[in-house]
């Protein structure tokens, strides 16, 4: 399996940073309706709700990042980083339209969960695919 270049900015290239920036936001969006649900279900206290949003953002970038870093198979930072702003400025997109654009501390918490989520799932995914033997 040949790995994609970073450098060659490639319409196929995109294509795949769009893809798995897609499936970070679905999965943040599963994520947090199946903690609504479980809320709801288990009658949570509703304290424990931000720390399932931060979850929801954690494993949602570490996913994208992760298949992103496996695919592209070299330079996890960049792949990381790339995912995380990318995912972070739609995140804070759909916060400013439902918030009336306030940019708030919380906003700042969550750039900093989505970067390190993303550059550490890129990081494994770059070594899961090192791991390979490409015959």
Known sequence: MVKDSLN???KNTIKKYLLFLFLSIFLIFFLLALF???TLLFDIDNKVIPFFSVLSLCVGSLAGAFLSGKTFGSKALIVGGINGV???????ITAAIINGGK?????????????????IGAIFGVNSANKRKIK
């Open 8 to 10: 060659g900015g490639s």
């Open 36 to 38: 609504s649900v479980i």
């Open 86 to 92: 990318l995912l972070y400025v739609l995140i804070t």
């Open 103 to 119: 940019i708030t501390l919380s906003s700042l918490f969550n750039l900093l969960i989505i970067l390190l989520s993303s550059v």
